[in-house]
């Protein structure tokens, strides 16, 4: 199956912001804001009816399950369905879902409702960013993915940081059904503008039935995967080290440390923590940022040195909580440092998601996509699970675990700079 792209695609992927390209980026600025301010203030509102951690807590974690399983759904769809339609019809749905809750939530067991109703969301959401990451190759010349990627990470970590903070005066001021509201609108005006996206598309022979379609697509994009570009399966499995040893600590330290270990008041703690939960997606978005700024000097050789930088990040933490007794100065170091880490550790991401949108066929980018983003998401909560323990067996030593994750990842580092080392551009 030829999938060269005719004279005038090629014209029109020639500039980065094509009208396509524009429609796509402005898309993903409402549906993700909707997407972060709804996935916050739904578990807030649960919380704050129930007051309960504990179903939180599952809650939480029941929501996360769906988007493990349907990012490679995703992905095969994304290959074999308009990649625009993909994310009309699940802009739309989103909208639906919200609509629907609005109407059932004072009428039907909130625990259940809400745990649905994240699961759909989270579900939802790893369905159709295989779409959106896929679209970047059919619409943006190779010289500017990595220009592209950073516009679309960076769009990711602005909604991260921005769309919580509004959502939080919003529900704070007026409640939820405000935030439903906004936020159904924001789904429901991103589905109308990516109806006129218009996106490259080439239909793929079915091998039969769906489920075999589903299995032959998955075992395609494992087989590419492992034997015609192993590289790839390489970088994955130290972006998996990296979430596992590295970015699981981050997530489950932070607040620990900051509501329990470090000598602050409760109420100053947990505004603290907010600060720093700030500082993370303000590090995600400086790292897009510089992925787009320095697209053209950042060498795919030498992106080890990244993953390196992340893991040096991590020692200082340590140092600091076992040199100094002040609360304040500790959290200094530890926004600082989880700051730097989110810096390097998204530009390393974006790279590694444009030299993956490079090497894969166009006829395997979502599939592929979908494999590395489920495989990279599996690792964290076996993470978060790992450390959990730790920290609950080395109270009073919790520098030790810290150190222990930066030892770890420098390992890690070291390692991978011989796999990036021996990738030829």
Same mark, same amino acid.
């Given at each position: 199956?030829?999938?060269?792209?005719?004279?005038?695609?090629?014209?029109?992927?020639?500039?980065?912001?094509?009208?396509?390209?524009?429609?796509?980026?402005?898309?993903?600025?409402?549906?993700?804001?909707?997407?972060?301010?709804?996935?916050?203030?739904?578990?807030?509102?649960?919380?704050?009816?129930?007051?309960?951690?504990?179903?939180?807590?599952?809650?939480?974690?029941?929501?996360?399950?769906?988007?493990?399983?349907?990012?490679?759904?995703?992905?095969?769809?994304?290959?074999?369905? &308009?990649?625009?339609?993909?994310?009309?019809?699940?802009?739309?749905?989103?909208?639906?879902?919200?609509?629907?809750?609005?109407?059932?939530?004072?009428?039907?067991?909130?625990?259940?409702?809400?745990?649905?109703?994240?699961?759909?969301?989270?579900?939802?959401?790893?369905?159709?960013?295989?779409?959106?990451?896929?679209?970047?190759?059919?619409?943006?010349?190779?010289?500017?993915?990595?220009?592209?990627?950073?516009?679309?990470?960076?769009? &990711?970590?602005?909604?991260?940081?921005?769309?919580?903070?509004?959502?939080?005066?919003?529900?704070?001021?007026?409640?939820?059904?405000?935030?439903?509201?906004?936020?159904?609108?924001?789904?429901?005006?991103?589905?109308?503008?990516?109806?006129?996206?218009?996106?490259?598309?080439?239909?793929?022979?079915?091998?039969?039935?769906?489920?075999?379609?589903?299995?032959?697509?998955?075992?395609?994009?494992?087989?590419?995967?492992?034997?015609?570009?192993?590289?790839?399966?390489?970088?994955?499995?130290?972006?998996?080290?990296? &979430?596992?040893?590295?970015?699981?600590?981050?997530?489950?330290?932070?607040?620990?440390?900051?509501?329990?270990?470090?000598?602050?008041?409760?109420?100053?703690?947990?505004?603290?923590?907010?600060?720093?939960?700030?500082?993370?997606?303000?590090?995600?978005?400086?790292?897009?940022?510089?992925?787009?700024?320095?697209?053209?000097?950042?060498?795919?050789?030498?992106?080890?040195?990244?993953?390196?930088?992340?893991?040096?990040?991590?020692?200082?933490?340590?140092?600091?909580?076992?040199?100094?007794?002040?609360?304040?100065?500790?959290?200094?170091?530890?926004?600082?440092?989880?700051?730097?880490?989110?810096?390097?550790?998204?530009?390393?991401?974006?790279?590694?998601?444009?030299?993956?949108?490079?090497?894969?066929?166009?006829?395997?980018?979502?599939?592929?996509?979908?494999?590395?983003?489920?495989?990279?998401?599996?690792?964290?909560?076996?993470?978060?699970?790992?450390?959990?323990?730790?920290?609950?067996?080395?109270?009073?030593?919790?520098?030790?675990?810290?150190?222990?994750?930066?030892?770890?990842?420098?390992?890690?580092?070291?390692?991978?700079?011989?796999?990036?080392?021996?990738?030829?551009?």
């Amino acid at each position: 199956m030829n999938f060269t792209p005719s004279p005038k695609e090629e014209k029109m992927k020639q500039k980065l912001f094509s009208k396509d390209f524009t429609l796509v980026v402005i898309g993903q600025i409402i549906s993700l804001f909707g997407n972060a301010t709804i996935r916050f203030a739904l578990p807030l509102y649960l919380l704050n009816l129930t007051g309960s951690s504990a179903l939180y807590g599952t809650v939480t974690a029941c929501a996360f399950i769906p988007a493990i399983l349907l990012s490679p759904v995703g992905g095969i769809v994304a290959d074999r369905v &308009n990649k625009r339609n993909v994310m009309v019809i699940l802009d739309f749905f989103t909208a639906t879902v919200i609509f629907v809750f609005s109407l059932l939530m004072h009428s039907v067991d909130l625990v259940l409702l809400l745990t649905v109703t994240l699961m759909l969301f989270y579900g939802i959401a790893g369905a159709y960013q295989p779409s959106v990451q896929a679209s970047i190759p059919a619409l943006v010349d190779q010289d500017n993915f990595m220009v592209a990627n950073s516009i679309i990470n960076t769009i &990711n970590s602005f909604a991260s940081l921005l769309g919580p903070v509004l959502g939080g005066i919003l529900y704070s001021a007026y409640g939820l059904e405000p935030v439903l509201l906004v936020c159904g609108v924001c789904f429901f005006v991103s589905a109308v503008m990516e109806i006129f996206i218009k996106i490259p598309f080439q239909k793929q022979s079915s091998n039969g039935s769906l489920w075999k379609t589903v299995k032959a697509d998955f075992h395609e994009s494992i087989r590419f995967i492992r034997k015609e570009k192993p590289v790839i399966g390489k970088a994955l499995l130290v972006v998996c080290g990296i &979430n596992l040893f590295l970015s699981a600590m981050i997530i489950v330290a932070l607040p620990y440390l900051v509501t329990e270990v470090l000598d602050l008041q409760a109420s100053q703690a947990n505004r603290l923590y907010g600060f720093a939960q700030g500082a993370l997606a303000a590090g995600g978005l400086s790292g897009g940022i510089c992925a787009g700024i320095f697209a053209n000097k950042l060498s795919l050789q030498k992106s080890g040195n990244l993953v390196t930088a992340c893991a040096v990040s991590v020692f200082p933490i340590g140092a600091a909580l076992i040199l100094s007794s002040s609360g304040i100065i500790n959290y200094i170091v530890i926004t600082i440092c989880c700051f730097i880490v989110m810096v390097f550790s998204t530009t390393f991401s974006v790279q590694m998601m444009s030299f993956i949108q490079a090497e894969t066929p166009q006829n395997l980018i979502g599939k592929v996509i979908a494999v590395v983003l489920t495989i990279a998401m599996c690792s964290q909560p076996l993470g978060n699970a790992l450390y959990g323990v730790l920290f609950e067996i080395c109270k009073g030593c919790e520098y030790a675990v810290i150190l222990f994750s930066g030892t770890v990842s420098l390992i890690i580092a070291i390692r991978s700079r011989r796999i990036f080392q021996n990738i030829h551009k």
